[in-house]
């Protein structure tokens, strides 16, 4: 969404022969690896979004763009489900510059490379108006920007590549489109394409743009209306094989009539899919190389060893080593693994001087609940971050445990952990709810 164009009608896979793209089958993308699904009133979830407000060089944004965006709940809220960016007419001074309109723009501090994404969104209406949900290189080099910021950024725009998911114009009202900027067209881009959607600003709809190897597909509501598949890949035509992240804005354009005073773009959700992996042959989810032999869906790390039946459940090249007592808890949760009534399970009795469940604590009462109760636990396994989605809201305690049961990591209040320097392996996540409970799960680290 960097250039305006004129509106016309218009997982790894393990060492394979050939990619998906030579053999010319589409993978399926059907994993959830992240998503935002605004659960939570008040200010956009932090851990999840980024407010980009530093105004470019110049003082204004791109195309003559009239709007400071800003990091306020005056534009940026989220109340019974929906995320809403706002846009208004005030006045507003900000970097020694004062425009008329304030709006939101939202970038992921999450990136992908390859997948699905989908947006279900309604949009604003009225000339001056232009919404975009799209995506950006990570290695964009834009001052200001939260990539940048994180030092990745290395690459000029159009050289990092743009994917715009959905841009919608007030002044062509209902006309959706989808559109690529690279090296070889930008701007005026030759590469777009879109389709009317005659309740675009009356209902929600899924804007969705399928990631592949070697195209991209842009779709409303599972109706394809734009294919972008160069004959000729390169650094000019495709420069999509890197990590890419997600934008939300609303900017306003400086034909808007002074009778619109509020515009807003509502977003019910952001969900982003890979491939489960054609290696998941018994389908649990986990692949072959963390699945033992990838033939029994009751072997896999989130299973609990039985000790001494011969099978090695949670595939960790042992049998016997997981649970001493044979109450279903392995030694390092299970204080010293030798009395089946003091682990996870158990409920605390204060002052006893028994620490019965095994917190390093006689006082507190936790009990622990069933690893379903973790709404979302993705991606598992993961090569950086984990995001949690729980019942019992933000968690207050995340602790990362190592098999040996020593303390890696502990992060307070956050949806996401960062397990950066961590090295690959299997770990135990504990998560300490608001009411008391304590969830307990496996996690695997694969770099």
């Known amino acids: 969404m960097l250039r305006r164009i004129i509106p016309v009608v ?11 793209a030579q053999t010319g089958e589409d993978p399926v993308f059907d994993q959830l690896i992240w998503s935002d699904e605004f659960d ?16 470019p060089v110049g003082g204004s944004w791109y195309n003559g763009e009239v709007q400071h965006y800003t990091n306020r709940l005056d534009n940026t809220s989220v109340n019974e489900g929906i995320l809403s960016l706002t846009a208004k007419k005030e006045t507003f001074t900000d970097q020694g510059v004062t425009k008329e309109y304030t709006s939101a723009r939202l970038n992921s501090k999450f990136s992908f490379t390859y997948g699905r994404i989908e947006v279900s969104a309604k949009l604003p209406s009225g000339v001056g108006t232009w919404p975009a949900i799209w995506l950006l290189g990570k290695n964009i080099n834009e001052d200001g920007a939260y990539w940048d910021n994180e030092g990745f950024g290395t690459t000029p725009w159009p050289q990092c590549g743009e994917i715009d998911v959905m841009e919608h114009w007030g002044d062509n009202q209902n006309f959706v489109q989808s559109a690529t900027h690279t090296p070889s067209s930008f701007g005026a881009t030759i590469n777009f394409g879109g389709q009317t959607i005659p309740t675009a600003s009356d209902d929600f709809h899924v804007y969705a743009m399928d990631w592949y190897e070697n195209k991209l597909v842009f779709s409303v509501d599972d109706v394809v209306h734009y294919t972008y598949n160069p004959s000729v890949k390169n650094t000019d035509t495709w420069p999509f094989n890197d990590e890419f992240y997600v934008l939300l804005n609303l900017a306003i354009l400086p034909d808007i009539p002074l009778s619109i005073t509020q515009s807003v773009m ?3 959700y952001v969900r982003v899919y890979q491939e489960q992996g ?71 009795i204060p002052n006893n001087g028994i620490d019965e469940d095994c917190n390093d604590s006689d006082l507190i009462i936790t009990s622990v609940i069933n690893s379903k109760s973790i709404n979302v636990l993705y991606p598992n396994p993961t090569t950086r971050y984990i995001n949690i989605k729980i019942d019992g809201g933000i968690p207050i305690i995340s602790e990362v ?4 049961g020593n303390l890696i990591l502990s992060i307070q209040n956050s949806r996401q952990l960062d397990l950066n320097g961590i090295d690959n392996g299997v770990y135990l996540l504990k998560i300490y709810q608001p009411n008391g409970h304590l969830i307990i799960r496996k996690i695997i680290v694969e770099k």
């Open 278 to 348: 054609d290696d998941d042959l018994d389908g649990d989810g986990f692949i072959a190389a963390n699945d033992c032999d990838d033939s029994n869906p009751n072997v896999n790390p989130g299973q609990t060893e039985i000790t001494y039946n011969g099978i090695d459940d949670d595939c960790d090249a042992s049998t016997l080593d997981d649970d001493l007592d044979r109450d279903g808890f392995i030694a390092a949760n299970d204080c010293n693994d030798t009395n089946p009534n003091i682990n996870p399970d158990q409920i605390e």
């Open 40 to 55: 939570d009133d008040g200010a956009v979830n932090a851990d999840n979004w980024f407010h980009q407000t530093q105004i």
């Open 266 to 268: 509502e977003i019910n």
């Open 401 to 404: 445990f190592d098999v040996s």
């Open 10 to 20: 218009l997982l790894l896979m393990t060492l394979p022969v050939l990619s998906r």
